[in-house]
């Protein structure tokens, strides 16, 4: 679920107090909901770096405008300046595919395919068109450019200049040419045979039809693909084969509709919306055309090792789990990642259930498959590199022509692995509790350059590894998080640097052990920085099942016997860090709340990101379990350890955290005395497929993990104060959720519950008027209600 970004406008059922009096200087939520650019100042992004590793680009906004722009920053001169339209244009994309001794870039820049040369920097574009073309990469001899167009796969000769086509992928189906019935064959034999001068003309009509044939250019083999969907072509370096997917959509699955009323028109208009959970789903395939043998052939995964093993949830439905004829699971398999001589390829085969990832060896000629690594689990997989939904092949790479890398949570952390192809020897590269968050291989292959959070799970550090393993060599020093961008030629590193309470800068370092970093930009305001925004204490404590849970603790100096626990959204998500985080607006509410002397604890629950596979996977088949009893436990923890009285105890949060918000006031009723529920997820019956049904499987066959994780089936619990806000045009949980909700409340005739609805804001919001009305709610709610 994505994260909670912003909120608030329209109250349907509360009215505000006057704001108090304050101090001058003091924390208002008017001030800290203000558009943070006019106030804070904005953090640079997207960093990228020049061909020639002499510049760095990034997008910032320190002039206050109302969007973002590119900036540059010179090594030389060391000047930040704003780049020009012209000269954007003239700049190469940061993204690209290089040839194998990394002289040659190739890359897609509005819609046409250029080339950069790293020997001259010098920048070629290779195509001109109105049509859109994308996905370059270099030939397997290198002498030529394969791009897709329309559909198709062309390559442009770098050398002469040539553009020729390699296939001719078409939708719909081929009409077949109109057959003579029988009498129509009759007549036509009686005519040739009657007349002779007849049957001399066809003899050399007949011939000349062969001559232009056989003088006729060669074309690519038409294939028709009906309704179906192309997707994912590519072509094998010798240039004989075409993979491709075709991706079949179930037209029986129904599309949600979200109401839009404050529109330009004034009249409501229907946003078209995702599916729900459950949906009849898209069917995939894998094709291999075969252009010297002129054939096309689709990939069988019946033989793929456990394709029809069941997951253990069914041990719960003994009539679904003693079905005698199991099906082939759906799966879907991923373009083949090629070795540099061409003589080998695997593929990533993921199964729509998402309970396996497959590592494969692929032979298209023979059209087979076998079994390299086999990653299963009955959660589901995920983790960094390993990818989280089936439609992620995630991590994989070629160190040589026989030997790939992954990443796999095998050991219960997302780890490093390579493994030959030809001799299937597995070799596990790093180690640890701790997880590999980002890898790049060096140009020259012998290095591995991995960000990970060993040193503790709230740091990213960058690090240097031999390419076999061993000794990792840890680069940068500084507390937080550092998101390093590599210059091209390896020699600088572009750091994105924050701590918990300094936002985002950029700085530049040598890519050296110990090398300080130099700060290249300053994006907080004066005003911002005139206050002494507080560094929460990082803590761990042990939860009622004896694991250890990381929080961040803000402690006033003069405690008022009152806390609030924050839920961070997204579910899978890290918030208790030593980096800026991407919940700024709370980060200063909680400064607020300190000042006022509440004790705000913000925790990293079970199903949070960061801590490796058991506490990913922990919410599985229960939301609103271990990830609740976890709030729970930190709210024991504030009483025990900060003298907090237990009945003075708020808790508030957006999306999954308001999720869990309504969990805890409707089934541990006696733990929260108040809480703000922001675009709350109520019957997950009700959201998407792809988060949704890796945590509970499916609805239809899996009711038990629906009913116990849906808030609106717990509805009759509440018993403490509730406020609810969510935004009328949310796209990503309806506001429907809460409409339903509504509906039940009022049916279960509870009368201590509160809506706030925004008419005019999505999940995210984005006004700053909407920000502030939701916030001085959650403040009046907690000083009203925890007294």
């Known amino acids: 679920m994505k994260h909670f970004l912003q909120a608030t406008t329209l109250l349907l059922f509360i009215t505000l107090i006057p704001a108090k009096a304050q101090k001058p200087g003091a924390l208002t939520v008017e001030k800290i909901m203000r558009e943070p650019r006019i106030w804070l100042g904005t953090s640079p992004s997207d960093i990228f770096w020049s061909t020639d590793s002499k510049t760095i680009y990034f997008n910032w906004n320190p002039d206050k405008n109302v969007s973002d722009s590119l900036y540059s920053y010179s090594l030389a001169d060391k000047k930040i300046v704003k780049v020009s339209l012209s000269d954007r244009k003239k700049l190469s994309a940061k993204d690209g595919e290089f040839n194998r001794d990394h002289s040659l870039k190739t890359y897609e820049k509005d819609d046409d395919i250029f080339v950069v040369s790293y020997k001259d920097f010098t920048i070629r574009q290779l195509t001109n068109t109105v ?63 009657m007349f002779q001068i007849l049957k001399e003309r066809k003899a050399k009509k007949d011939a000349g039809k062969k001559i232009d044939k056989a003088e006729k250019p060669t074309y690519p083999k038409e294939i028709y693909f009906g309704e179906k969907r192309i997707q994912n072509q590519k072509i094998s370096p010798d240039n004989r084969f075409v ?115 497959w590592i494969m060896a692929f032979n298209p000629d023979s059209l087979s498959l076998r079994l390299l690594d086999r990653q299963r689990d009955e959660a589901w997989i995920g983790g960094p590199g390993v990818g989280g939904y089936a439609m992620s092949s995630g991590e994989i790479g070629w160190i040589d022509y026989q030997t790939i890398y992954f990443q796999s949570e095998a ?37 591995f350059y991995l960000t990970t959070n060993e040193v503790n799970p709230g740091e990213q550090q960058f690090y240097s590894m031999p390419v076999t393993g061993g000794k990792r060599t840890q680069i940068t020093q500084a507390m937080g998080a550092n998101e390093v961008t590599l210059s091209p030629d390896e020699t600088t590193l572009a750091v994105r640097y924050s701590s918990s309470n300094k936002p985002w800068e950029l700085f530049l370092m040598e890519n050296k052990p110990l090398e300080k970093p130099e700060q290249i930009t300053k994006s907080t305001s004066a005003e911002f920085q005139s206050y002494p925004w507080r560094e929460a204490k990082l803590i761990t404590f042990k939860a009622t099942d004896g694991a250890e849970v990381y929080a961040r603790v803000y402690e006033p100096r003069k405690s008022n016997g009152r806390a609030v626990i924050f839920v961070h959204g997204a579910g899978y998500l890290q918030n208790a860090h030593k980096w800026w985080s991407s919940y700024f607006r709370e980060y200063m509410f909680h400064n607020l709340l300190t000042d006022q002397g509440y004790t705000v604890l913000d925790l990293d629950y079970r199903g949070s990101a960061g801590y490796g596979r058991d506490w990913r996977t922990g919410i599985y088949r229960f939301m609103g379990g271990k990830d609740l009893t976890d709030n729970v436990d930190g709210a024991k923890y504030l009483v025990k350890k900060y003298g907090i009285d237990s009945n003075k105890i708020g808790v508030y949060g957006g999306s999954y955290g308001g999720f869990i918000t309504l969990m805890g006031l409707f089934t541990t009723p006696d733990v929260f005395k108040a ?31 629906y009913h116990k994780s849906s808030p609106i089936y717990h509805a009759a619990g509440l018993k ?68």
């Not at 001799?423 to 290095?447: A, N, P, R, Y």
Request: proline residues 4%; charged residues 30%; contains cysteine.
């Open 131 to 193: 049509e859109k073309e994308s996905d370059p990469v270099f030939s397997g001899n290198e002498k030529s450019v394969v791009f897709e167009r329309d559909n198709n796969l062309f390559s442009f000769d770098l050398e002469s200049g040539l553009v020729t086509q390699h296939t001719d992928f078409k939708t719909g189906n081929k009409k077949a040419d109109a057959k003579p019935s029988s009498e129509e064959k009759v007549l036509k034999e009686d005519q040739l045979a």
């Open 243 to 357: 993979t491709y997917q075709l991706a079949q959509p179930d037209k029986s699955a129904k599309t949600t509709i979200v109401p839009n009323y404050v529109t330009e028109s004034g009249f409501t208009e229907d946003i078209s919306g995702r599916t729900k959970v459950g949906a009849p789903a898209s069917g995939y395939e894998f094709w291999v055309y075969d252009i010297k043998k002129d054939t096309t052939r689709k990939l069988g995964v019946e033989n793929i090792p456990g394709i029809r093993d069941k997951p253990d949830y069914l041990k719960d439905y003994p009539k679904q789990d003693t079905v005698k004829k199991v099906k082939d699971r759906a799966v879907i398999v991923h373009s083949p990642f090629w070795s540099e001589n061409g003589k080998s390829a695997v593929v990533v085969v993921r199964s729509m259930d998402n309970k396996d990832r």
């Open 411 to 447: 050991t219960g952390y997302s780890h490093l692995y390579a493994l030959n192809v030809i001799s299937g020897k597995k070799t596990q590269l790093t180690s640890g509790k701790f997880e590999i968050q980002k890898v790049q291989l060096s140009k020259d292959k012998k290095t």
């Open 675 to 705: 809480g703000a529920a922001l675009r709350p997820v109520t019957d997950w019956a009700a959201y998407n497929h792809g988060y949704t049904a890796n945590i509970l499987n499916e609805p239809q066959s899996d009711s038990i993990a």
């Open 720 to 787: 403490n104060n509730l406020l609810i806000c969510h935004g009328m045009v949310d796209v990503n949980v309806h506001y429907q959720d809460v409409v339903r909700l509504s509906q039940r409340l009022i049916e279960l005739g509870k009368n201590n519950w509160e809506l706030a609805s925004y008419p005019m804001e999505d999940h995210g919001f984005v006004e700053a008027s909407s920000w502030t009305d939701e916030y001085k709610r959650i403040l009046k709610l907690f000083s009203e209600k925890l007294k």
